[in-house]
């Protein structure tokens, strides 16, 4: 009943946010109208129905490309639908900010199921073992903000701008579940869960099928090695922006909630779990 086109030119990814949505009908008997984004480069759709708006605080998941078709689809005499547009955030590649410990950075590329990229922050997030398997940060990125949780990230483009999972891999945060203190290295956590997805309704830790064990620190012994796993920056090459990598490097120190490690890092991997390798459990906040 309704349709039209967001373009804008040469950018990598597009995420719509909408100042009006209205739409007819009763989702639970399947009469509801659906709120449907196609991506033009991938194909990628997003369908949302109207309490799924509420949980995406009306907006989009995030699409590659620089094109998407927006529409409205209703069925008969259910009543009118509208639909108003409010701005359109693009993707650019971002400036570099590395945190590595030495002169070479030796990340590499990684596949943890557990661990999620935040935006528009540009963080990292992880799944728990707790009743709900909610998600862990940091709370600096918390206080910063986040609105989606991707599992699942391809690689960047060559120039580094960000490439998007399809949105069945993209969850929108549950904001009235957040919790976080963002007062300094020690004492710098967040914790939130996520709607169940829109597409597959399998909240993350379904669909992903697993979850960090998370635990105090062990008694400290300088033989043993953490691994930081997260979403950082890289131009080395720029593929790997933000995209999911590991390193693992010695235990330095343990001083109340103070973890000390040399794990190389760069900006994004804020949030991400600090993993004991021997144990293979979470101790910490990056």
């Given amino acids: 009943v309704a349709s039209f086109e967001v373009h804008v030119s040469r950018a990598g990814w597009l995420r719509i946010y909408f100042d009006d949505v209205v739409l007819s009908g009763d989702a639970p008997l399947?009469?509801?109208?659906?709120?449907?984004?196609?991506?033009?480069?991938?194909?990628?759709?997003?369908?949302?129905?109207?309490?799924?708006?509420?949980?995406?605080?009306?907006?989009?998941?995030?699409?590659?490309?620089?094109?998407?078709?927006?529409?409205?689809?209703?069925?008969?005499?259910?009543?009118?639908?509208?639909?108003?547009?409010?701005?359109?955030?693009?993707?650019?590649?971002?400036?570099?900010?590395y945190s590595q410990c030495g002169a070479s950075d030796d990340r590499i590329l990684s596949t943890d199921p557990r661990a999620a990229r935040l935006l528009p922050i540009g963080c990292t997030g992880w799944l728990i073992d707790d009743c709900s398997h909610c998600l862990i940060t940091a709370g600096h990125c918390s206080a910063g903000g986040f609105s989606v949780v991707q599992f699942n990230v391809p690689l960047s483009s060559s120039g580094g701008s960000l490439n998007h999972p399809p949105p069945e891999d993209q969850y929108a945060v549950d904001q009235s579940s957040h919790q976080f203190s963002n007062n300094g290295v020690g004492n710098d956590w967040g914790y939130f869960g996520a709607f169940p997805n829109s597409i597959t309704n399998l909240t993350p830790a379904q669909a992903q099928g697993a979850f960090f064990t998370l635990e105090a620190p062990p008694t400290f012994n300088a033989s043993h090695t953490n691994r930081i796993t997260g979403y950082g920056v890289d131009s080395t090459p720029s593929t790997h922006n933000q995209v999911q990598q590991t390193h693992v490097g010695p235990w330095f120190s343990l001083s109340g909630t103070w973890?000390?490690?040399?794990?190389?890092?760069?900006?994004?991997?804020?949030g991400s779990p600090v993993i004991h390798e021997q144990s293979g459990v979470a101790i910490g906040v990056h």
């Avoid at 480069?41 to 998941?61: I, P, Y």
């Avoid at 078709?69 to 701005?87: D, F, N, Q, W, Y």
């Avoid at 973890?259 to 804020?270: E, R």
């Fill in 30 to 97: 399947g009469s509801g109208a659906l709120l449907r984004i196609t991506a033009f480069e991938d194909g990628a759709v997003q369908e949302l129905e109207r309490h799924e708006v509420v949980q995406w605080r009306s907006t989009s998941a995030y699409f590659n490309g620089s094109d998407v078709l927006v529409e409205i689809l209703s069925h008969p005499r259910t009543g009118a639908s509208r639909l108003k547009l409010g701005h359109v955030t693009a993707g650019l590649a971002p400036e570099q900010d």
């Fill in 259 to 270: 973890l000390q490690y040399q794990t190389d890092t760069a900006g994004g991997n804020s």
